[in-house]
């Protein structure tokens, strides 16, 4: 199972239009029928905000949105203070929703697929960490990859 982002799912809607990929969203749509790809409610409801025809699909094909537990929550919040973020400042890294996805992955035990931009040098302060980055500490450990790369691993070919 993986747990999307959405920056990833946007990624997907927004680069492989379904008109032109109708065989890569069947597959997308079995793949959340299954319950393999999955969604932190939090990243729903940004997907939602940018994109409502997405979720609408995303309905449609029957996605299981997981909850925000308590135990999701009080994850969330060890990794905001390993990130030294003080109250509601968030810097220019993550914020409270990348938490709880993050936390959710971490919770779950799964994969994050993330289309957040890789930090090739990190910032000094760890409050500007982004997701990728923070997914890498060794005190978070949540294995992550892009949308693109998921697709290239699953090995699937879309023949029209």
Same mark, same amino acid.
């Given at each position: 199972?993986?747990?999307?982002?959405?920056?990833?799912?946007?990624?997907?809607?927004?680069?492989?239009?379904?008109?032109?990929?109708?065989?890569?969203?069947?597959?997308?749509?079995?793949?959340?029928?299954?319950?393999?790809?999955?969604?932190?409610?939090?990243?729903?409801?940004?997907?939602? =905000?940018? *994109?409502?025809?997405?979720? #609408?699909?995303?309905?449609? %094909?029957? $996605?299981?949105?997981?909850?925000?537990?308590?135990? @999701?929550?009080?994850?969330?919040?060890?990794?905001?203070?390993?990130?030294?973020?003080?109250?509601?400042?968030?810097?220019?890294?993550?914020?409270?929703?990348?938490?709880?996805?993050?936390?959710?992955?971490?919770? =779950?035990? *799964?994969?994050?697929?993330? #289309?957040?931009?890789?930090? %090739?040098? $990190?910032?000094?302060?760890?409050?500007?960490?982004? @997701?990728?980055?923070?997914?890498?500490?060794?005190?978070?450990?949540?294995?992550?990859?892009?949308?693109?790369?998921?697709?290239?691993?699953?090995?699937?070919?879309?023949?029209?």
């Amino acid at each position: 199972m993986q747990v999307f982002d959405a920056s990833s799912m946007i990624h997907a809607w927004d680069n492989y239009p379904i008109a032109q990929f109708p065989a890569l969203w069947n597959w997308m749509a079995d793949r959340v029928a299954q319950g393999v790809i999955q969604m932190s409610e939090v990243a729903v409801e940004e997907v939602g =905000h940018k *994109v409502p025809e997405c979720v #609408n699909w995303l309905k449609e %094909a029957g $996605l299981q949105k997981l909850p925000v537990t308590e135990a @999701i929550l009080l994850e969330a919040m060890r990794i905001k203070d390993l990130l030294e973020i003080e109250e509601d400042r968030y810097g220019s890294g993550v914020d409270e929703n990348d938490l709880i996805i993050i936390a959710t992955a971490k919770i =779950h035990d *799964v994969e994050l697929v993330t #289309n957040e931009a890789v930090q %090739a040098v $990190l910032a000094a302060h760890k409050r500007k960490y982004k @997701i990728p980055a923070v997914c890498k500490m060794d005190t978070v450990k949540v294995p992550s990859l892009d949308y693109l790369l998921y697709l290239k691993r699953s090995e699937a070919v879309f023949n029209g």
